[in-house]
């Protein structure tokens, strides 16, 4: 069964999800920031269970200028074949519900084989910066 989670049951299944979360995460977040973006509707949940949590999909609508965005952003479960067609229509129309004019999908090299439907448009890159401290003195 594929299903959004209200935040008012996240503390019924927080404990299941968070470990299929935490191996999906990078640098960029803590599971701790992705559980406070749904208690504030920044970040929508959307998992699959059979008896069990099976998978946890993270979404975010972002509006663009021109453009409200549906993203996907982490994903983590068991058996993907069993869930990524169902999760994937059941955010689509979530998607349509709240007025999204595409669905995007933000991930590894490796979705592109499982994402039936969408096309890769552009290629993620990141460079990380170090930071050197200037200390100007003003005499």
Known sequence: ???????????????????????ALDDT???????????????????SWEKKVESAV????????????CRYFLAGGNNMDNWLEP???????????NNCDAVEVAGRKGWAKKLKGYEQKVYLFSK????????????
Request: charged fraction near 25%; hydrophobic fraction near 45%.
């Open 128 to 139: 990380e910066l170090s930071w050197v401290k200037v200390v100007i003195q003003v005499v």
């Open 58 to 69: 993270i979404t975010e609508v972002v509006q663009y200028p021109q453009k409200k965005i």
């Open 29 to 47: 977040y803590t599971a701790r920031d992705i559980l406070d973006g749904l208690v504030k509707n920044s970040f929508q949940l959307f998992i």
């Open 87 to 97: 999760i994937q229509q059941t955010i689509e129309k979530f998607a349509k519900y």
């Open 1 to 23: 069964m594929i299903t959004q989670v209200p935040k008012e049951d996240l503390h019924l299944i927080w404990n299941e999800v968070e470990p299929l979360i935490k191996k």
